[in-house]
């Protein structure tokens, strides 16, 4: 058996498992406070890494791997080096090995994840879909063993062969010892086959059959027995965010002025909370004009940490801003007309309020017929959004365009 000049030890180890856009870097360093042993980054493709520049981060005191348009794909820190190990998504030795060696002098091991049944991975021959070409799997295994000097791993799911009441276990004890022969450190076996998801019940008998079976430490994933946990957590969580929805905006946050001179809240525009047709910018923006008040100005930022955004909304010389960052640039902006209305005690088109009287711009067109009664009324909710997108398709400029 091949064995690395470098090791890391999985013997009875806690262990952080890889999680889509949990694993980073501030997640592992916490799990390491509360007892980890070893921690796993989120599944990154192979494609995306081998664009990254590795960079020294000295601000942060960080090692960031960074990509062409400037995003951090990966970090990492000197407080996890011995315990982090880099897991990827591949179907391709000779890249899985350029990642590999990309990475690490700056991690404890090298994981590929054979397990994941996202469509993402499996449509590119990855994750899951490696179970079915063993083949495959050798050799990106065997290339990582003998091509970097960190200890390699691998995480797979039950093959489809296995029945709980019977145990036939053919296929996956096969697969399992054929990749132990590639010398790799451990092995992670996630008690479920790629059709199944949360809801299904984990195969403890699965992994303990594999565990019997090996002379590697295997890692079982999914099988800590914290349902009943789970289930009062999330419990108390739907009741904690039903009260918060059910409070009014006044009791969520008073308005409060900085020294800036903007007024800010801590907000976000939940579209669930509010009418269907009516956004807190078109309130906003018709309160302006009823007011004879220019139109609403926003100034949208984006956060080159994290990539979020924030807007402050300028009405009648005042600005407004909520003070907590969005994913969107129409989000913040929603967020920062939501201050701005909440601060002048105005509807902002939340669900069960008093609806404000939204009227189209008056515009006559030369055909037009004054006379009709019809022409002076004001249009409904749904009847101005129809009626947007007949302005949109003619081609003549809508009074609702931007909203």
Not at 144 to 156: D, E
Not at 231 to 251: C, F, G, H, Q, V
Request: aromatic share 4%; charged share 30%; with cysteine.
């Amino acid at each position: 058996m091949i064995v690395n000049s470098l090791s890391l030890c999985y013997h009875n180890k806690l262990i952080l498992a890889p999680m889509v856009r949990v694993g980073t870097l501030p997640m592992r360093l916490l799990a390491l406070d509360y007892g980890a042993d070893i921690v796993y980054c989120e599944e990154l493709i192979d494609l995306k890494m081998l664009q990254c520049k590795r960079v020294v981060n000295e601000a942060l005191s960080t090692v960031d791997f960074v990509a062409p348009d400037n995003r951090v794909v990966f970090r990492t820190c000197e407080r996890e080096q011995s315990r982090v190990v880099f897991q990827m998504g591949t179907s391709d030795a000779e890249r899985a090995l350029a990642v590999a060696r990309l990475v690490e002098n700056d991690v404890a091991g090298i994981d590929v994840n054979m397990g994941c049944p996202k469509e993402y991975s499996t449509k590119g021959g990855m994750g899951a879909a490696l179970l079915s070409d063993p083949d495959k799997i050798e050799k990106i295994l065997s290339t990582l063993v003998k091509g970097t000097q960190r200890p390699v791993t691998c995480k797979i799911r039950v093959l489809p062969s296995v029945k709980i009441s019977h145990l036939k276990l053919e296929d996956t004890l096969s697969l399992v010892k054929r990749i132990e022969r590639t010398g790799i450190a451990a092995i992670a076996v996630h008690g479920r086959k790629r059709e199944e998801r949360p809801q299904h019940p984990v195969s403890c008998e699965a992994i303990k059959a594999v565990a019997e079976t090996l002379s590697i430490p295997v890692i079982a994933n999914e099988a800590f027995g914290l349902g009943a946990f789970y289930e009062e957590t999330t419990r108390e969580l739907d009741a904690r965010r039903a009260k918060l929805l059910a409070r009014s905006p006044e009791e969520v946050e008073e308005p409060a002025e900085d020294t800036s001179g903007i007024i800010k809240m801590a907000v976000k525009f939940d579209r669930r909370a509010y009418s269907p047709q009516i956004t807190p910018k078109m309130c906003l923006l018709e309160w302006c004009r009823r007011e004879k008040l220019a139109q609403p100005v926003y100034e949208t930022v984006q956060r080159s940490l994290d990539r979020l955004f924030c807007s402050v909304v300028t009405v009648a010389e005042q600005k407004y801003q909520s003070t907590l960052w969005d994913k969107s640039k129409k989000l913040a902006e929603q967020a920062a007309a939501i201050v701005c209305l909440r601060s002048q005690g105005l509807p902002e088109g939340r669900l069960g309020e008093e609806g404000p009287s939204l009227h189209k711009r008056k515009r006559e067109a030369p055909d037009q017929d004054t006379g009709d009664p019809r022409a002076q009324e004001p249009a409904m909710p749904g009847e101005l959004c129809k009626k947007r997108f007949l302005a949109l398709a003619s081609g003549k400029e809508s009074p609702l365009e931007g909203w």
